[in-house]
């Protein structure tokens, strides 16, 4: 712990430019990192390896923090096995010194596939997500754009009763993207449908439904996350819950 110099009250506007609205477009989360913590000071741990999770430590109103975020621009920050015994390692380290974690979630869930099953995917994603179920430190989830399927909780979703998860407001979580949630669903039904407009009517009407029902104030108000954070406030907000945590 130290003083801190960087204002406690410092907005972070330029998360408006950082985090793209459209769900396909790649982003540097070091760069929301950097925006986030005491003077832009982040300390990446095996930052070459596993470059599809980013794991360091970094200050938050003076107070230390293990950061564990995805990164979109490597694979879509959808974690493999290499990402899930990094993401493990880290949160086993913080864990034994004491030290909180805040996660940054833009994630589309683990990889699949035959190569994938074959290289142990399910025993390295339980190796993390055990490693994160079974965490003491405090921890802080934040959904940073997207977060679907299993990653939701590995990266310590609501499930898994951290301090708080908190949302921006153009995140989305659910099972899958609306997109193949449809396909997934109506496969045959839309094979049947000859007509090219018909069919393309029928998929934007069932992902319609599919947005609505996975709306972002709708999980809210059903406790799914607890609070909708404005991008600017993100810091603070982290702030204020780095600093309750520590209190209790």
């Known amino acids: 712990v130290k003083e801190c110099t960087d204002p406690v009250d410092r907005r972070v506007e330029e998360l408006y430019d950082i985090v793209p609205t459209a769900p396909r477009r790649a982003y540097d989360m070091h760069k929301v990192i950097r925006a986030v913590v005491d003077d832009g000071e982040f300390f990446p741990m095996k930052g070459a390896w596993a470059r599809n999770i980013i794991t360091g430590l970094a200050r938050v109103g003076g107070q230390p923090v293990g950061i564990v975020a995805s990164q979109p621009m490597v694979l879509g920050g959808a974690l493999d096995v290499n ?130 029902d996975v709306d972002l104030l709708r999980l809210a108000s059903e406790l799914v996350v607890d609070a909708i954070v404005d991008f600017g406030d993100l810091r603070t907000e982290i702030m204020r819950l780095r600093h309750q945590a520590r209190e209790t």
Not at 103 to 120: C, K, P
Not at 126 to 152: D, H, N, Q
Not at 177 to 194: D, H, L, Q, S, Y
């Open 83 to 212: 990402a899930a015994d990094k993401a493990a390692r880290f949160v086993w380290l913080c864990d034994a010194f004491g030290i909180p974690l805040v996660f940054l979630q833009n994630i589309t869930g683990f990889m699949v596939g035959r190569d994938y099953e074959a290289s142990g995917i399910a025993k390295h994603g339980a190796k993390m997500v055990t490693a994160v179920s079974e965490a003491t430190v405090p921890k802080v989830s934040v959904i940073v754009r997207k977060s679907y399927g299993a990653g939701l909780y590995a990266m310590s979703g609501p499930a898994f009763e951290p301090e708080a998860t908190i949302a921006l407001p153009t995140a989305k979580i659910a099972v899958m993207g609306p997109e193949a949630a449809v396909n997934a669903v109506f496969a045959n039904k839309i094979a049947e449908i000859e007509d090219p407009d018909e069919r393309e009517a029928f998929i934007a009407r069932e992902r319609a439904i599919y947005e609505e």
